[in-house]
């Protein structure tokens, strides 16, 4: 994708609708591997226009992904199984937290 | 274009990034939202499996019980294989690593003293040697079918999320594994070294104080009241070793290396061994009663063994159905077979023999051998190698097994012990279990009796045809010295062949030709009514069973027949309600008993300390939480039996395990000499004890702010694993180690009543597990029967299946699928 074509999608009419489908696509590849949320971080940290709007997109998805895993626990009925777990919970937070960010902010430096 | 600050805060991120990666990979794989193994087992929805045996289907139940029906019985076994991993299996794997010495490589460094005492008494090949005698049997089939259902969940399914807590790796279940969990149970049934424990009071406290280790406990409650029904027996009559003629070689005055004679000081050994002794708590109840005194005119019997509270629980509950097979109960994890519960026409329960099935041989040692008559022997070694869990890797650790020609020898701090138990044999409990979930009449239970080695049980049974039965099943050694019969409560010299047992061969087939013979065995047949509470079987059994030491103390047994005669004697029928009802019993006949001794010593006590003893005065002795005159005799009995024999037994370096049971305590006269202060001029008297002791509990009621005996009697279950979101919730606690309603809180473990099953063939059935059927964290049912059991109400329980669609459908594999063993 060529400098200006990358600079539409960020800041062009389509910048929504790139970030849906990134954070669609990232929560897939979340379902599947923990790395997914790298990747995850990665492609909402692309469309961001800025490094700092990359790591609120990080940050957002993030959270994102913790409201979607959450409602899974509750269909589940695990959910407050979940939050009594004490530290594996908090890694869990953690972990959907600060791996799309830091993501998000690497790939915003290098694409 | 990047600014220079976002630059940065990129190149940091990478960096961040890489080295998150690089650090906490195991750590993300563990516990990423949706992905991580540890939320592998969330969801557990319907499924459809293949099978190497034919089809089944299992309906899971409110509670989580497996209903598994089958067109064939190996079909049938390999679907309990896959339930059982699919809800159980880390504590199944725990527990064959725990029996079989291989825990330190799960658990690391803390394990590896566990590891050493069972690979030092190879369980493994006993469990081996039981494998090799049943596998032609009709249990040999459904053995290996279970391991395959095991072996298929863990290879398709995700595995529970303890493994990947642990990081570690699940290996394939086998035949042996299942017999490896029955000797765990057995080993803690019946394994003891109490022997040991009698020689070091001997040695350090003296001859005189074996008189608190009667050979009889004073009571009148032995489980069978009048006669027993067995065959005429006389012990002389049995087979001798057949070398016994050569027992009395004298020793050769050579030098010993490790050898000692029986009256040496074994505490060093002793404290090594002490953890994997019987536990105090362990213990069980259960009656049977005839349909005459029933409304109903059939049987009924109740059931509660006394184990281990753990998490999860002990025992799993099933149902299985396939052709000419029906039953329900419970099992342990890894076992295949119900071994506590019913058929459609028989129900069986069991309670341990609280007999002598363990000795002890020491030997004249030398240069590594062993003097065995008059000859030294070179020990049977093999040295293994124990893998270590360390950091992210492993360490071996070496370990030499020794063996004598009576059994695995154990040694510590210079002093060493053969064993010998009956469960080092080849062994055929598992058939027996077999047995009994094909039970269709009273006969059928006796087959299973009749094979039944280890771990001695009380089994009760009755049928729906109305028979009732009491039989003390198991495999009873006669010891034998210079050709005469001994008793078993002594160490035994190996050297010169004391104690042997004829027909006993260690890891091998025991011809069991000089043990009592089944027809010999304790019996009665149809009782009225019949209640077993692990105290002495009989008065005066034609054969040595035990001793005070390994009988229960009568408390809980004596109870029980009060509630059963009263009823008997009453219009009233003994119904499963009733039955219910004495199982939720939590007055304490040893309160009954020690109470007065208490309110006896008033004058002696201090008028703060005389109010927390007036709340003994009119006390109806029921251990219940909401209880402060509970908590103030509970505490009291505590003390009073620490200030009684803690002065002699802490002088001599002997703790509280040595104490002689509480009914001894109680049949001290008022001016024993155990009762005097060794530190004080004075001689002190029971009063002075009791009263010392009162202040004690007044001090303790205070320092931590008791208020009833809920408060100190809590249950506190915790998994393994030390993680608190898979540990039990708290909550207080009725009953005590001496009331029916059984729960006992000890420092470092809790015992009480694994289930509570009460089935009455004219009326309802009724079970209840202290926790929940699965071990999966994630289930509704990891702990969903708790409430239900700590307030003693059931479920109710029938042979029917759920009409509801299955949960697990196994299907017919295609031809060619190889099926191994």
């Given at each position: ?47 961001a ?49 600060a ?13 | ?76 076994y ?78 398709t ?20 594994d ?9 080993w ?14 001997r ?21 069978i ?11 002389n ?8 003629s ?9 030098e ?59 025992w ?46 020491t ?27 360390e ?54 239970v ?26 003390a099943?198991?495999?009873y ?29 260690p ?6 030709r ?39 103390d ?13 009823r ?177 809180n000890?420092p ?38 708790l ?28 031809a ?6």
């Amino acid at each position: 994708m060529t400098g200006d074509r990358l600079a539409a999608v960020r800041s062009g009419r389509g910048a929504d609708l790139a970030l849906v489908l990134a954070t669609v696509l990232g929560l897939v590849a979340t379902a599947v591997h923990w790395t997914g949320l790298v990747l995850a971080g990665a492609l909402v940290g692309v469309v961001a226009s800025s490094h700092a709007r990359a790591l609120v997109h990080g940050l957002s998805f993030g959270g994102v992904a913790l409201l979607s895993f959450a409602a899974w626990l509750a269909v589940s009925g695990s959910l407050l199984a979940w939050t009594e777990t004490g530290q594996v919970f908090l890694l869990t937070v953690a972990t959907a937290v600060a791996l799309p960010s830091l993501a998000a902010v690497s790939i915003r430096g290098i694409v | 274009m990047s600014s220079p600050v976002g630059r940065a805060a990129s190149l940091v991120a990478v960096a961040l990034l890489l080295a998150a990666g690089a650090l906490g990979g195991t750590y993300f794989g563990m516990a990423a939202p949706f992905s991580g193994d540890v939320y592998d087992t969330v969801t557990q929805g319907a499924e459809t499996v293949e099978s190497p045996y034919g089809s089944a289907t299992v309906t899971y139940d409110r509670w989580g019980v497996p209903h598994v029906s089958a067109e064939n019985e190996r079909a049938l076994y390999f679907a309990v294989g896959y339930v059982q991993a699919r809800d159980r299996l880390f504590q199944m794997d725990l527990q064959r690593r725990l029996i079989g010495g291989r825990l330190s490589a799960v658990v690391g460094e803390r394990a590896l003293e566990s590891d050493r005492f069972h690979r030092s008494l190879d369980f493994e090949g006993a469990a081996e040697a039981s494998w090799e005698r049943v596998r032609e049997s009709a249990a040999g089939p459904s053995l290996s079918a279970f391991a395959d259902g095991v072996n298929h969940y863990a290879e398709t399914r995700p595995l529970p999320p303890e493994y990947a807590l642990l990081d570690v790796e699940f290996e394939a279940w086998t035949p042996v594994d299942s017999l490896l969990v029955g000797k765990q149970i057995a080993w803690s049934l019946s394994g003891s070294f109490t022997d040991l424990r009698r020689a070091t009071v001997r040695s350090r406290l003296g001859e005189e104080a074996l008189a608190l280790y009667p050979d009889r406990l004073d009571h009148e409650t032995p489980i069978i009241r009048g006669e027993s029904d067995a065959a005429a027996f006389d012990p002389n009559d049995t087979v001798a070793p057949s070398d016994a003629s050569s027992a009395a070689v004298a020793g050769t005055g050579g030098e010993t290396d490790g050898g000692a004679g029986t009256d040496a000081d074994f505490a060093g050994l002793y404290d090594r061994l002490e953890p994997y002794d019987t536990r105090p708590g362990v213990g069980s109840n259960s009656w049977v009663v005839s349909g005459d005194h029933t409304a109903s005119g059939k049987p009924a019997l109740a059931n509660d063994p006394h184990l281990s509270l753990t998490v999860p629980g002990v025992w799993y509950e099933m149902h299985l159905r396939t052709d000419g097979m029906e039953t329900r109960g419970v099992a342990f994890p890894g076992i295949p077979y119900v071994v506590i519960g019913r058929t459609a026409d028989v129900a069986w329960g069991f309670t341990n023999v609280g007999g002598d099935f363990t000795d002890l041989y020491t030997y004249e040692t030398r240069n590594g051998s062993y003097r065995y008559g008059d000859e030294f022997r070179a020990f049977d070694t093999r040295v293994e190698s124990i893998r270590v869990k360390e950091g992210d890797g492993y360490r071996t650790v070496n370990h030499t097994v020794r063996k004598t020609v009576h059994g695995p020898v154990v040694r510590r701090a210079g002093r060493q012990v053969a064993v010998a138990w009956p469960g080092f044999s080849a062994t055929n409990e598992s058939l027996g279990a077999y047995r009994l979930n094909h039970a269709a009449e009273i006969n059928d239970v006796e087959r299973a009796a009749r094979i039944w080695d280890v771990p001695a049980q009380n089994l009760v049974a009755a049928t729906r045809d109305g028979e009732t039965l009491y039989v003390a099943a198991g495999k009873y050694p006669i010891r034998r010295t210079d050709g005469r019969v001994v008793r078993g409560d002594r160490l035994f010299d190996g050297s010169a062949k004391e104690g042997e047992w004829a027909g006993y061969t260690p890891y091998g087939n025991s011809s069991w030709r000089g043990f009592v013979p089944f027809e010999a065995v304790p019996r009665v047949e149809n009782p009225d009514y019949l209640a077993t509470a692990n105290q002495r079987t009989m008065d005066d059994p034609p054969f040595y069973v035990g001793t005070g030491e390994t009988y229960a103390d009568p408390y809980r047994g004596q109870r029980i027949y009060e509630r059963l005669d009263r009823r008997a004697a009453s219009d009233e029928p003994m119904d499963a309600a009733f039955s219910r009802s004495v199982q939720r019993d939590v007055r304490s006949v040893a309160a009954e008993a020690f109470t007065g001794y208490a309110l006896a010593a008033t004058d002696e006590m201090s008028p703060s300390t005389r109010e927390y003893a007036a709340t003994l005065d009119g006390w109806n002795y029921s251990m219940r939480a909401d209880s402060e005159a509970a908590l103030v005799y509970r505490l009291w009995i505590e003390a009073f039996r620490n200030e009684t024999f803690g002065d002699e037994f802490a002088a001599a370096g002997l703790d509280d395990d040595y104490y002689p049971k509480l009914s001894v305590l109680h049949g001290l006269p008022a001016d024993s000499e155990w009762y005097d202060d060794r530190s004080t001029p004075a001689r002190e008297t029971r009063a002075d004890v009791a009263a010392r002791a009162m202040a004690t509990a007044r001090e303790r009621i205070e320092r931590e702010g008791y208020e009833t005996y809920g408060d100190y009697n809590r249950l506190d279950l915790n998994h393994p694993f030390q993680r608190a979101f898979l540990d039990y919730p708290e909550r207080p606690m009725d009953g005590s180690l001496f009331t029916v309603f059984n729960f006992w809180n000890g420092p470092s473990t809790q015992h009480g009543s694994s289930m509570r099953m009460v089935v009455a063939f004219g009326e309802e059935s009724n079970l209840v597990l202290p926790g929940g059927n699965s071990g999966v964290f994630w289930s509704d049912h990891y702990h969903d029967q708790l409430g239900l059991w700590v307030t003693g109400r059931y479920r109710t329980v029938t042979m029917a299946t759920p009409e509801r669609e299955p949960t697990i459908v196994f299907e017919s594999a295609p031809a060619s699928t190889e099926v191994d063993g």
